[in-house]
């Protein structure tokens, strides 16, 4: 239940104003993170192993860090929220691994209104959706 709910709840937080296609895009990274071994190698990967682990790995999800004003929301937010139980349904599907990747198979992605990061340089954009712009082989 803890991979639905903190797949459900980082999405919520990352990308509530974006509608469910926005959310998806969201749970489609931790989904994809959560299903990726890493070097290929069998080892822990350091983004989490789990959907929660990935959804709540350190500094991985801005709306998850502690100084961010969106931690509090994300943790408070309930089934009273109709984003958020959709948010939930979406998760379900993904942690089953019925959820289509509208990513491109992305392990990361940036807000739009931001310089584009470091970790993006020699990365594959491969999508631009809601508020979030895609990206996957990120060195």
Not at 48 to 58: F, L
Not at 73 to 88: H, I, R, Y
């Amino acid at each position: 239940m803890k991979n639905i709910e903190w797949t459900a709840r980082i999405a919520w937080g990352e990308a509530r104003n974006q509608g469910p296609i926005g959310l998806q895009a969201v749970i489609n990274v931790i989904d994809n993170r959560a299903r990726t071994d890493l070097f290929g190698d069998g080892k822990a990967d350091w983004w989490g192993e789990s959907h929660a682990g990935v959804a709540t790995a350190p500094y991985q999800f801005s709306a998850f860090n502690e100084n961010d004003p969106n931690r509090p929301k994300l943790e408070a937010v309930s089934d009273n929220d109709p984003t958020f139980v959709q948010a939930v349904e979406l998760a379900a599907k993904a942690v089953a691994g019925k959820l289509p990747d509208l990513t491109g198979g992305a392990t990361h992605y940036h807000a739009r209104q931001i310089t584009p990061p470091n970790w993006t340089v020699g990365a594959i954009r491969t999508a631009a959706i809601g508020d979030h712009i895609f990206y996957r082989g990120v060195a």
